[in-house]
């Protein structure tokens, strides 16, 4: 095979995230593997007349972005319906629903995402009766920004046949109201489901989140060319943001299958993995289906290996699972998806196939009783390099924060979801939480800090993928006065956490995540030269050309 390179990168500033390549101004490109690094000149003269050059501009190359957590299928689906991200009050939240069903007749509900808790009051989330007078002629559903909530209209309630209430799974709930109807929230997926398969792609996209099992009944070819069309939209979206991986944090057979063949077909831009989730009601004895996803499907670009589970909900809708009452309640200390016993067993099981773990675990009650569980997991079968994750850990017990680090557990942070993030409404959270607990409420420095490893996402849709955005989050978070911790970090730090620990996680490291000859090709080109930039304007950068598998994803016109 000619070793002229199919793509030299010169004049850049390059950050390797690799200590041999230190210094290098230039890269080169042979296939989908990086072929050499070294001076501008060096990597000149190894170029032949089909080498695509490509200066640089003295702009920040680095690894390409790892997005650790996303619900890719959601997400990219997302990006077609109404975004009510800022709307507020019930005359706005109306202008923007009208000439979206307007445009969108043959809806059967007409859905919208982004939707803030407080979006029509401060203390007090939406009823059926405000969303009737919304959308008084159609069936109306609006998504909370951290898709732990549905709010629906009557019309859509009674289309999905949950106006009277229903039976739900542990952790989910049909709120009803005094008129002994349902009010129109719905927690959790086990409450939403009946309106989510009402949609455009009929709950499919988030099937693999709320059981995890593929989509009934099986989708028609149309359908899987539409969900194929949705992910391709999804995965361009991506690939300008700089992102050559995803770690998803839902899934089943049939989105593994929709990537694959996406693959095939030249579509997929990014490489996946996706887990499987195991549900509370799920018998232990499933997850031979895990084994089963992580042995079919262990190739580059597609790929298994981890078993996704819920603890909690959410801080906003009192899910999140608590060490004592929320503020102003006596009751309410979230709701317990996984018994103790049952997560204990659950985890044993899992390290014990050799797969990784990876629980959402918001409140301090569920990070302490997913650190419970590892410690379980080890006792019985003894500590491995197993590199299982915490997703969110939104607050954390001040004593449990140095047990991450003791049982070598992963903190999963995403940065654009903290109060002082600059993305949602600073005040949102703070009234969920006793005054203690705030110091260590999205305590990223701390847990840095006490030696865990950290790495860094979005969660996208709850909020989006764009990464400079999330960037800004972590470099530049907002003063909310002295209760609350600093929690800012450097910029190698979060770069870091974005790129070479991402890849880290997922057992990858010599694989991608640095600049490095050998590595796969995955390398993305900025506008600016991060370095030098005012970190509060990091969002002054922008991507001009995303590379992943040595193929060109993304490029800026």
């Known amino acids: 095979m000619s070793q002229t390179p199919d793509i030299v990168i010169l004049n850049g500033a390059l950050i390797t995230f690799d200590p041999a390549t230190t210094g290098a101004t230039a890269l080169a490109i042979q296939g989908n593997r990086i072929s050499a690094l070294g001076t501008d000149s060096e990597m000149r003269a190894l170029s032949g007349p089909q080498t695509r050059i490509i200066d640089a501009a003295s702009a920040t190359v680095l690894p390409g972005f790892i997005d650790s957590h996303v619900h890719l299928f959601c997400g990219s689906v997302e990006l077609g319906y109404l975004n009510l991200h800022a709307v507020a009050g019930l005359e706005a939240l109306g202008a923007a629903v009208a000439p979206y069903a307007e445009a969108h007749p043959d809806d059967a509900v007409v859905f919208a995402v982004q939707a803030d808790y407080a979006i029509l009051h401060p203390n007090k989330t939406p009823t059926r009766h405000e969303l009737d007078r919304v959308c008084p002629d159609r069936p109306f559903a609006m998504f909370a920004p ?45 409450a939403y489901a009946a309106i989510l398969a009402l949609t455009r792609h009929g709950g499919r996209d988030l099937a693999g989140l709320i059981n995890g099992k593929n989509p009934e009944p099986t989708p028609s070819l149309q359908d ?21 991986g995803l770690q998803c944090m839902d899934g089943n057979f049939y989105q593994l299958e929709l990537l694959s063949e996406m693959e095939a077909e030249g579509t997929l831009l990014c490489r996946t993995s996706i887990p499987f989730h195991l549900r509370p009601e799920d018998p232990l004895d499933r997850l031979s289906e895990a084994a089963e996803m992580d042995m079919r499907y262990a190739a580059d670009m597609v790929y298994s290996g981890t078993v996704k ?75 491995r390099d197993s590199r299982h994750r915490i997703e969110h850990l939104e607050t954390v017990h001040p004593e449990d924060i140095n047990r991450i680090a003791d049982l070598g557990a992963v903190a999963s942070i995403q940065p654009g979801h ?38 860094f996402s979005t969660d996208w849709p709850v909020i989006g ?43 990858r490291e010599d694989q991608k995540g640095r600049l490095a000859v ?35 994803t993304f490029e800026a016109r």
């Open 146 to 190: 951290d898709h732990h909530t549905v709010w629906a209209n009557t019309a859509a309630l009674e289309l999905a046949g949950i106006l009277h209430g229903g039976e739900t799974p542990a952790g989910c709930a049909i709120v009803m109201g005094s008129d002994g109807l349902a009010s129109g929230e719905l927690r959790e997926p086990g």
């Open 418 to 455: 903290a109060p002082f993030g600059g993305i949602f409404p600073p005040a949102g959270v703070q009234k969920y939480l006793h005054d203690h607990q705030i110091p260590t409420a999205y305590p990223w420095t701390q847990i840095r800090d006490s030696g865990a490893p950290v790495i």
């Open 465 to 507: 993928v764009e990464v400079m955005t999330t960037l800004k989050a972590a470099l530049a978070p907002l003063d909310l006065g002295p209760l609350w911790v600093d929690q800012t970090q450097t910029l190698m730090q979060t770069l870091a956490s974005y790129t070479r620990d991402n890849a880290w996680v997922e057992f």
């Open 309 to 383: 589970m819920f603890v909690d909900g959410v801080i906003e809708g009192q899910t999140a699972l608590m060490l004592q009452p929320y503020p102003d309640t006596d009751d309410t200390w979230g709701d317990p998806v996984f018994s103790a016993e049952h997560l204990n067993a659950a985890c044993a099981r899992i390290d014990a196939m050799g797969l990784q773990i990876a629980v959402h675990a918001i409140g301090d009650g569920g990070v302490r009783r997913t650190l419970d569980a590892y410690q379980a997991a080890f006792e019985q079968n003894g500590k």
């Open 518 to 552: 050998g590595l796969l090709a995955d390398v993305v080109v900025l506008s600016h030269d991060l370095t030098k930039l005012d970190l509060s304007g990091i969002t002054d950068a922008s991507v001009r050309m995303t590379i992943c598998n040595g193929r060109i």
């Open 224 to 244: 899987r060319a539409k969900d194929k069309a949705a992910l391709a939209r999804g995965m361009k979206h991506c690939a300008a943001q700089g992102i050559t």
